[in-house]
Structure formats: C-alpha cells, structure tokens
C-alpha cells in the first residue's frame, strides 16, 4: 500500500492557462474522489468516481473543470481557463466500498492562479 | 450529503486539558466520521460510528454518537502537542461525504 498519490504538489500559473492535476489512488479502491479546500475551511466535495464511472458532479463545479478516470484507475482534473478564484488545494481521495467505507487522502495539488 | 454543523471553530488549550468538539445536524445521519488535520497536512481518517449512542475509544480519544443520530462528539483527555490540527466531523449518505468546517486545537505546551 503505496498510499494515493498526487502530482503535481505545487502548480503556479497564470490567469487563463489551462492545468491538469493527476492523482494515483491505492491500488485495489474502486472509489475515487476530488475535493477542493481553501484556508480555514473543510475540503469542498467537487466530484467522485466509482471504477471509470463519473456518477457525480458538484453544482458548484463550472463548466471549466473537469475530471477523468479512463480505466478506472488513475484520475486527472484539468481546470480550463483558470481564474485566480481557483487558487486552492485540490485533495485526491480514494476508498473501498463498504459498509465501513473511510478516505485516504493524498497530499494534495496546491493552485495558485497569479 | 446534509451540511453538519461544529463548534467551536476554535480552542485553544494549555497541554494538559481535556478538549471537547461538537458536531450537529437539523437531520438524522446515517453515519458520521471523524478525520484530523494537521497543518500543512491532509485529512486522515480517524474512527466512524454508525449506530445510535455509539462510544469508541482510541486512547485518550473519545467518539460519541447521539441517540437521535443527529449529534456526535470528539473528547480528548489531557490533550498534548500532537494533538494540534484540524477535527472534522464527516456526515456520510451513500457516498458523498460531507465535511464540516472543522475545530482547529492548538495547545500552547
């Protein structure tokens, strides 16, 4: 167990450019997970994948963002046209389905949009 | 998932005291989970509960269920400087989990 892995640990970038983020989940999860958390609050849930499966999205995710998990095991998140709103940490999670289903968490991507 | 809600959203103790974060909601929870954060860290898990007027120890932790299944607790007795960080209480229906905005502890030594 490898732990979820996340790449890059640090993105900087300019208002407008396009980044994607990938994260490598432990290996034998089904479920995977993108959160957002900003200072001083919780992690923002954004959307969640079971197997290649997209089975949500936020409401509060634009059009600008979006996620992939083509064979259901590594997941990408690449944010179009970026807005420094969307400077962030953006948590990887991925878990087993269960009864007593809990988060591992990768280190995160840190965005900063200048 | 249902929005929980914690206070305090800040305690400061001195190493030695005992901490107390409260989590509630207006609805029934089907489960509830607790994670820490420390700084500059990401969010692991620490203990679920499921069952109403569940208690779970871990060490000088204490997890707390209500018996309506709308509130729970974290305890910590004497708490010390690996303490510090961030609890969330995480409210789980189906899938999404819901975080809270947190308890930062810190413990001046």
């Known amino acids: 167990d490898t732990g979820v892995s996340q790449n890059p640990r640090h993105k900087i970038t300019k208002r407008g450019q396009n980044v994607t983020f990938r994260c490598d989940p432990i290996s034998e999860h089904n479920r995977l997970y993108w959160y957002r958390q900003t200072l001083g609050q919780g992690p923002e849930f954004l959307t969640y994948f079971q197997n290649e499966a997209q089975l949500e999205k936020s409401r509060l995710l634009s059009d600008r963002f979006s996620a992939e998990r083509p064979k259901g095991s590594f997941s990408t998140l690449e944010i179009q046209r970026t807005e420094q709103g969307d400077s962030a940490m953006y948590l990887c999670?991925?878990?087993?389905?269960?009864?007593?289903?809990?988060?591992?968490f990768g280190s995160g991507t840190q965005l900063s949009v200048l | 998932g249902q929005q929980v809600m914690q206070i305090p959203q800040y305690q400061h103790v001195q190493e030695g005291e005992d901490f107390t974060t409260y989590c509630n909601s207006s609805?029934?929870?089907?489960?509830i989970q607790w994670y820490k954060q420390r700084p500059g860290g990401h969010p692991v898990f620490l203990i679920q509960?499921?069952?109403?007027?569940e208690v779970k120890k871990q060490k000088r932790l204490t997890f707390q269920f209500g018996e309506a299944k709308k509130n729970s607790s974290l305890h910590i007795t004497a708490t010390q400087t690996t303490d510090v960080g961030t609890y969330f209480c995480v409210e789980g229906s189906n899938y999404k989990l819901t975080f809270g905005k947190g308890t930062l502890l810190t413990v001046n030594p």
């Open positions: 609805t029934t929870l089907s489960n």
């Open positions: 509960l499921v069952k109403s007027g």
């Open positions: 999670a991925s878990s087993l389905a269960g009864i007593n289903e809990k988060l591992f």
